[in-house]
């Protein structure tokens, strides 16, 4: 068994999500990152699978630019409406 647990401290106020996952769905997780990643360097002019650690830290890692990367989307889109609903009708006669 694994549990995944998101906490934010906001300083003032403190949430926390967490969720368990059985230890075959951890080690799905786990081989499907470590095939999705790629091999390492290894040092030595070689290749190597990523350790579990590092496969973990990946994934960490993936959720933290996702959501910067769905942020910045929203807030793109949402510049784009408002520059959009800024422009004025051509009146023609």
């Avoid at 949430?15 to 368990?20: E, L």
């Amino acid at each position: 068994m694994g549990t995944m647990t998101i906490t934010i401290d906001t300083g003032s106020d403190t949430y926390t999500h967490s969720r368990t996952v059985s230890g075959a769905s951890l080690t799905r997780l786990a081989t499907a990152y470590k095939g999705l990643l790629g091999r390492v360097d290894d040092g030595a002019g070689g290749e190597r699978d990523m350790t579990d650690t590092e496969v973990m830290e990946a994934f960490a890692n993936g959720f933290f630019d996702g959501t910067k990367a769905n942020v910045l989307r929203y807030e793109q889109s949402e510049a784009g409406k408002t520059a959009s609903d800024g422009i004025t009708e051509i009146s023609m006669t």
